[in-house]
């Protein structure tokens, strides 16, 4: 009898709604329910890895026993609902992928596809079926698995090696393989943390099966890793190549150069080589002393000229 007498009272609710609605008349029909004194049976915590395919469930009932399902779902920059009716009537003001969908056995869920850092909110789903109703409230958190890198680097003339998990969720955990002098810094970003540990490293410290395990809960497994490239505190990867250009530079000119050089000797010495034939006999007394004086204007362009510029 007191089941009887809520679903009695939830239809009622539910048909008051579309009822008082004007928007509601037509063949699309909102679906409402009016349950903001109803607390929810069911209040439990789900995480998800990234990209992962997503199911949602908030009863077991099937479609042959249940009336209608809403879900209504609040994410970090908008509020949206889905929802279906027996009668085939359904609503989806989400529009991102989301989708209610059946089991085999005609058991409803709410389906997302790939699972992303905008699907994190809180679902509650409202259910009413012959004989009573069900409200699940469930907190959908994301799993990220961070970028992870370790190296060595001189801080203050002493060796530091640093082992860093960037951009993860939730944060991560790091551990040496050897004790010593360690500290660790912890950031967040847009709901990311990353975290790097840094474990200052003594003489006598054998750095050649030193190690930084990281733990996160997307990984089965720790990740472990060897700092051994070696980098110097401020070094810029932009420095390098800015050298390597320069000295590119530089040979190109030098090449250049030389090649100008080449060029002049080999036309100097041209200028130098007496013609190889001969002027006529008798012309020589005339032309003699020109092409003397000739050469000699040549040679001294070459030496004073050319040669130096």
Request: hydrophobic share 35%.
């Amino acid at each position: 009898m007191r089941d009887m007498m809520i679903c009695a009272a939830v239809i009622f609710s539910l048909s008051e709604a579309w009822s008082q609605d004007p928007a509601l008349s037509g063949t699309n029909q909102s679906i409402s329910v009016n349950s903001s004194t109803s607390s929810p049976k069911v209040v439990r915590n789900s995480v998800f890895n990234l990209g992962s395919e997503v199911n949602l469930t908030c009863s077991n009932k099937t479609w042959n026993e249940m009336m209608f399902v809403t879900w209504t779902i609040t994410l970090k920059n908008k509020e949206c609902r889905i929802g279906h009716t027996n009668e085939g009537r359904s609503d989806d003001f989400c529009n991102d992928g989301k989708s209610l969908q059946n089991t085999s056995s005609a058991q409803s869920y709410l389906h997302i596809p790939e699972f992303s850092n905008n699907d994190v909110g809180v679902y509650k789903c409202e259910s009413v079926y012959t004989g009573g109703n069900d409200i699940y409230l469930i907190y959908v958190d994301i799993t990220v698995s961070p970028s992870i890198s370790a190296w060595l680097e001189f801080k203050d003339n002493k060796m530091v090696a640093v082992c860093k998990a960037d951009r993860g969720k939730p944060a991560a955990n790091i551990s040496w393989s050897h004790a010593g002098n360690s500290s660790s810094v912890e950031t967040s970003s847009d709901g990311f943390f990353t975290v790097e540990s840094r474990l200052e490293l003594l003489e006598e410290m054998d750095k050649e099966n030193l190690s930084c395990a990281i733990r996160h809960p997307y990984w089965k497994e720790e990740h472990i890793l060897r700092p051994k490239k070696l980098l110097k505190k401020g070094y810029s990867p932009w420095l390098g190549i800015l050298t390597v250009a320069v000295i590119i530079a530089l040979l190109a000119g030098f090449l250049l150069f030389a090649q100008k050089k080449l060029t002049t000797l080999k036309r100097c010495q041209w200028t130098e080589t007496p013609p190889s034939k001969s002027p006529p006999t008798e012309d020589v007394e005339e032309v003699e002393p020109y092409a003397s004086y000739v050469q000699r204007v040549n040679s001294i362009y070459c030496s004073s000229a050319d040669l130096f510029t």
